[in-house]
């Protein structure tokens, strides 16, 4: 006799996670220029956990008290009163490792907070640099699962969409899903899947555009490759830590 599949439903922006059922779904929060590909990297590169939060006084408030790193961006750029920003290349192995991240940025650490509220069963983050580390932990959990994209300012990103559209395209086969965001989604990332540098360009993209403007092409392509840092952040009182 089959078992019945868990359902995975795609959330393309914050403004919609409210129609989701979280109670019982594993969460997983996508934003991967450059929130959650930061987060995988430093934690793979030896970080003690990440604190993130969705302030900038709370950010510099907690850093004081732990001694931590305080890191963030707003729009993009180092966020006033921090002194590192969103870049994974800054989180070396020298410069983190054992070391705890307080960060906060304009999207990711926001609707962390939101699953958060909401009651989320359990929460990760996922991004290109920790694809298979999060495939490989969705298809063995056989738990509900929410692909929760941190977008733009509520406006749905392209770049969160195609992860998306990579997780289902490896294990959508372990889920029943009848949720037209993810087939948009797997879609989109099969026609991107040989270059999404170039389809990201090729298409557009809006913040593509906002990074490179600020002269990040490294950081795009980085947080656009799969696996280099592949480990999996799991939410745990406050903290994200390696499973």
């Known amino acids: 006799m089959n078992k019945i599949k868990p359902t995975l439903f795609t959330s393309l922006s914050p403004a919609l ?38 302030s900038v006084s709370r950010c510099i408030e907690i850093g004081r008290q732990i001694h931590g790193i305080t890191a ?21 192995t ?13 999207n990711g650490t926001r609707l962390l907070q939101m699953a958060l509220d909401k ?28 692909l929760g994209c941190a977008a733009w300012k509520d406006r749905v990103n392209m770049e969160d969409m195609l992860f998306a559209g990579a997780v289902i395209s490896n294990i959508g086969k372990h889920f029943s899903i009848n949720c037209d965001s993810s087939h948009l989604a797997e879609t989109l990332y099969k026609k991107a899947q040989k270059d999404l540098f170039g389809f ?18 490294k950081d795009i392509r980085y947080c656009l490759t799969s696996d280099g840092g592949n ?13």
């Open 72 to 92: 963030g961006e707003r729009d993009g750029k180092i966020a006033e009163g921090l002194i590192h920003g969103n870049s994974p290349f800054e989180y070396p």
């Open 17 to 54: 996670l409210n129609l989701y059922d979280i109670s019982s779904a594993t969460v997983v929060i996508i934003d991967v220029l450059r929130a959650t590909s930061t987060i995988a990297t430093a934690l793979y590169n030896g970080a003690k956990a990440v604190i993130p939060v969705d």
């Open 231 to 243: 480990v999996l952040p799991i939410y745990d009182n406050g903290n994200l830590v390696v499973k």
């Open 94 to 106: 020298e410069f983190i490792e054992g070391k705890t991240l307080v960060l906060t940025t304009t």
């Open 119 to 146: 009651g989320a069963k359990e929460i990760i983050t996922g991004s290109f640099p920790n694809l298979s580390a999060v495939c490989d932990h969705l298809a063995a959990k056989k738990q509900n699962v929410i």
């Open 200 to 217: 990201m360009k090729k298409n557009k993209a809006s913040h593509y555009h906002r990074l490179m403007g600020f002269g990040l092409e």
